[in-house]
């Protein structure tokens, strides 16, 4: 059986209300790499906030990391004892050069197709 593709959460997202082993989606840019924890740390600012999510690397070792570029990541949400959630890496991925407004153009409409099909298959199942 093939693992869920992920859901895009946005990096302000990421909290403890994620779910465990929830499979997502994010990005951000590679701030640090430790290759003896296997953990990387990305970078996002929102408004003028930054943001952090906290990388499992462990699966996807070795990988060049260029830090201060731009990664996407597809893993699982997992939580840790007194500290934010971290993301399982499945997939660790270099896109620098993307253009992240419209990603995130492109997540929002994603989530109202999705919302929307929702509400159509509710109302055509009652």
């Known amino acids: ?39 990387a740390i990305l970078t996002a600012q929102h408004s003028s906030a930054q ?11 070795p990988f060049q990391a260029q830090l201060g570029s731009r990664y996407m990541v597809l893993g699982e949400a997992k939580h840790r004892e ?17 253009n992240v407004p419209l990603l995130e153009q492109a997540i929002q409409e994603q989530r109202k197709y999705f919302n929307e099909r929702q509400e ?6 009652s």
Not at 22 to 27: H, I, P, S, V
Not at 52 to 61: A, G, L, M, N, P
Not at 86 to 91: D, E, F, G, N
Not at 120 to 125: E, I, L, P, R, V
Request: aromatic share 10%; glycine share 10%.
């Open 1 to 39: 059986m093939l693992p869920s593709a992920g859901v895009y959460y946005l990096p302000w997202e990421i909290n403890r209300s994620v779910p465990e082993g929830e499979a997502l989606r994010t990005f951000g840019r590679l701030c640090s790499y430790d290759l003896a924890r296997s953990e």
């Open 51 to 61: 943001y952090q999510v906290c990388v499992d690397t462990k699966f996807v070792e």
């Open 82 to 98: 007194g500290e934010g959630p971290v993301v399982k890496a499945r997939i660790l991925t270099c896109v620098e050069g993307m």
């Open 120 to 125: 159509w298959m509710g109302n055509s199942t």
